[in-house]
């Protein structure tokens, strides 16, 4: 049963444009919300994360909106460069599991020059 | 500062064998966290390490084992391998247990024939 849930492998968006990556949820004790950026041969790198107490959280060209009432949350790059192509996962966790991280299966992001 | 470094980057077994995969945390750093990566999924939980006691858990057999050095180091074990066991193997550190934001390794490439 996945627990997080990203619907779109796949995303093509021009350079200059906004993409905007989705994610699911389903368990209604996830309270941290967190985006992983991950390249070819290499770990996934840390990019945004949003507490549940927040529906909202900006750092540069990244922004991720949270929707608890509807269990989804959504990852906003503006302007989308070329060097953003990458896999995104999204990730959540919940109060007191030793954040252990629930990952959703990640969508492929391409940002044509 | 170095980040977290993983050993060996890929490796092949056959069936039924042993492997030990090792990691070491970004300096300062006293939680490490093991996820496997099956390709075309996201990272699923193995275990987490905190002050060299296991603190979580993910739903794994017991084939897998793991511990955690005094250096804070920590080993993957998994024994009786298996094809479906052919997967990347992240080890993620973080400052202290409850930390939500992981920094993963490049991972190692297990391959299992």
């Known amino acids: 049963d996945q627990q997080v849930k990203q619907n779109s492998p796949s995303l093509s968006v021009q350079e200059g444009r906004i993409s905007i990556l989705n994610c699911d949820y389903t368990?209604?004790?996830?309270?941290?919300f967190l985006w992983y950026k991950k390249y070819p041969a290499e770990g996934p790198t840390f990019l945004i994360s949003i507490s549940s107490i927040k529906d909202k959280n900006e750092d540069g060209r990244f922004t991720v909106f949270l929707n608890k009432s509807a269990k989804h949350l959504s990852l906003h790059i503006v302007p989308s460069q070329p060097g953003d192509s990458a896999v995104y996962f999204c990730a959540a966790s919940v109060a007191g599991s030793a954040r252990q991280l629930t990952f959703g299966s990640g969508t492929q992001l391409t940002v044509l020059p | 500062d170095a980040g977290v470094t993983q050993s060996p980057t890929h490796l092949i077994k056959t069936r039924g064998q042993q492997v030990t995969l090792r990691c070491s945390p970004i300096s300062g750093h006293k939680s490490v966290s093991w996820y496997q990566q099956v390709l075309g999924q996201g990272p699923q939980f193995i275990f987490q390490y905190y002050e060299k006691e296991e603190r979580g858990r993910g739903n794994f057999p017991d084939r897998f084992s793991a511990r955690q050095f005094p250096n804070y180091s920590s080993e993957l074990n998994v024994n009786a391998l298996l094809l479906g066991d052919s997967a990347l193997y992240l080890c993620a550190s973080s400052l202290g247990y409850g930390n939500e934001k992981l920094f993963f390794g490049s991972g190692t490439q297990l391959s299992v024939l």
């Open positions: 368990n209604s004790m996830f309270d941290y």
